[in-house]
C-alpha cells in the first residue's frame, strides 16, 4: 500500500508540474504582444545636426531609390580583343558607362594558366579603354581569358564588387 501511495504521489506531482509548465506558455502567448511591421529602408539617412524634422515618405522613397541606383552596374567589355603582335598595343575595348556610380580595375586572365595579362588601372564612370598594351607575351593564337571587373568606392577606395566577363584575345603574329 505504501508502494501505491508513492506512485500516486509521483504521479500528481508529474500531472501537476505538466498543468504548471501549459499554464505557463498559454499566459506568454495569450500576453505578448503581436509584432507590428516597420517600414525600414537600407542606407546611410540619419541627417547631420541636431534640429533634425521628419523626412516625408516621398523624401524617403526618392533616398531608398538613389541608394538602389548606386548598387547598379553595367559592365561593357568587347568579347574579343585583337593585337597584331603582343609587344604592340592592340584593340581592347572596355567601357565605364556614365551612369555608374563606381570606378572600376579591369584585370584579364588566361583562362587556361591563370597568369594575369592585362590590368587596366582605375578606369573613371564616363572613360573608356579602346587601346592597350598586353602585360604578358604571347605567341600567335586565341586565348581564351576572363576579364574581372573590381568596383571601387571613389571615397574610401575600398572594394564593392566584383564581376567577369569571358573575352578572347587574339594575337595575330
Do not use: C
Amino acid at each position: 500500500m505504501e508502494e501505491k501511495q508513492k506512485n500516486r504521489k509521483k504521479w500528481l506531482i508529474i500531472l501537476l508540474l505538466l498543468l504548471l509548465a501549459f499554464g505557463g506558455i498559454g499566459a506568454y502567448f495569450l500576453t505578448r504582444e503581436e509584432a507590428k511591421p516597420v517600414s525600414m529602408v537600407s542606407g546611410e539617412f540619419l541627417p547631420k545636426g541636431k534640429d533634425a524634422n521628419k523626412i516625408s515618405d516621398a523624401e524617403l522613397k526618392k533616398m531608398a531609390k538613389e541608394k538602389v541606383d548606386r548598387s547598379k552596374f553595367n559592365m561593357v567589355i568587347a568579347p574579343e580583343a585583337t593585337f597584331e603582335s603582343s609587344d604592340k598595343a592592340g584593340e581592347l575595348m572596355i567601357q565605364n558607362p556614365a551612369h555608374n556610380a563606381y570606378p572600376v580595375n579591369v584585370e584579364i586572365t588566361r583562362n587556361d594558366t591563370g597568369e594575369l595579362i592585362y590590368t587596366s588601372g582605375a578606369i573613371q564612370p564616363g572613360y573608356e579603354v579602346k587601346e592597350a598594351r598586353l602585360e604578358q607575351e604571347l605567341s600567335k593564337g586565341d586565348y581564351p581569358a576572363t576579364a574581372k571587373f573590381s568596383l571601387y568606392d571613389d571615397k574610401t577606395k575600398e572594394k564593392k564588387g566584383e564581376v567577369a566577363a569571358k573575352i578572347t584575345i587574339h594575337i595575330k603574329n
